[in-house]
T-cell receptor
Framework: GAVVSQHPSRVICKSGTSVKIECRSL??????MFWYRQFPKQSLMLMAT?????????EQGVEKDKFLINHASLTLSTLTVTSAHPEDSSFYIC?????????????FGEGSRLTVL | GDSVTQMEGPVTLSEEAFLTINCTYT??????LFWYVQYPGEGLQLLLK???ADDKGSNKGFEATYRKETTSFHLEKGSVQVSDSAVYFC??????????WGAGTKLIIKP
């Protein structure tokens, strides 16, 4: 149980276009989803926290107008990279909060590798 | 604020060698501690966890003990395999269920 699916796993786009990444919790409801960005040889960087039905909370330094997050239902959150540029190329990972035994465990999607040409 | 520090990689070992990846943390309160693993081309997955002091998490031959006195959660395995080659992340979970991550340690196992 507790499976999180991310789509697409890989996407290549031209500079200036927008890309949408979906994160779905397949067998549970996720009131909170987190979006991370991973740079080579660096740790995961939390971008934003997404709560169902409300605006996402962005971490300092993350442009909310560039990284649009929508959490329309308890099983789906989307990240849209608007007007993508080569420096946006990265690995984006989502996770969902499934409160199992109050341990704070999160479940992760497979990640989406974005390459902007 | 809370933080996690883990040893830099890459760590290169021969098959059947003993593995230790160090992880120390700073936190207020009593966080839960985790090791996540990312195999090549795959997403993150939980390897093991510990929720209170002196707890030992274990999975797939890996172990880590929650040491409050040394604020550590070192990952160990007695005999590594080539299939263990991956990036390992140490993390803690604060009261808000957000994860604070270490930088990750790439492990390379040579046959």
């Amino acid at each position: 149980g507790a499976v999180v699916s991310q789509h697409p796993s890989r996407v290549i786009c031209k500079s200036g276009t927008s890309v949408k990444i979906e994160c779905r919790s397949l067998d549970f409801q996720a009131t909170t989803m987190f979006w991370y960005r991973q740079f080579p040889k660096q740790s995961l960087m939390l971008m934003a926290t997404s709560n169902e039905g409300s605006k996402a909370t962005y971490e300092q330094g993350v442009e909310k107008d560039k990284f649009l997050i929508n959490h329309a239902s308890l099983t789906l959150s989307t990240l849209t990279v608007t007007s993508a540029h080569p420096e946006d190329s990265s690995f984006y990972i989502c996770s969902a909060n499934h409160r199992v035994g109050n341990t704070g465990e999160l479940f992760f999607g497979e990640g989406s590798r974005l390459t902007v040409l | 604020g809370d933080s996690v520090t883990q040893m830099e990689g890459p760590v290169t070992l021969s098959e059947e060698a003993f593995l230790t990846i160090n992880c120390t943390y700073t936190a207020t309160g009593y966080p839960s501690l985790f090791w996540y693993v990312q195999y090549p081309g795959e997403g993150l997955q939980l390897l093991l966890k510990a929720t209170k002091a002196d707890d030992k998490g274990s999975n797939k031959g890996f172990e880590a003990t929650y040491r409050k006195e040394t604020t550590s959660f070192h990952l160990e395995k007695g005999s590594v395999q080539v299939s263990d080659s991956a990036v390992y992340f140490c993390a803690l979970s604060d009261s808000n269920y957000q994860l604070i991550w270490g930088a990750g340690t790439k492990l390379i196992i040579k046959p």
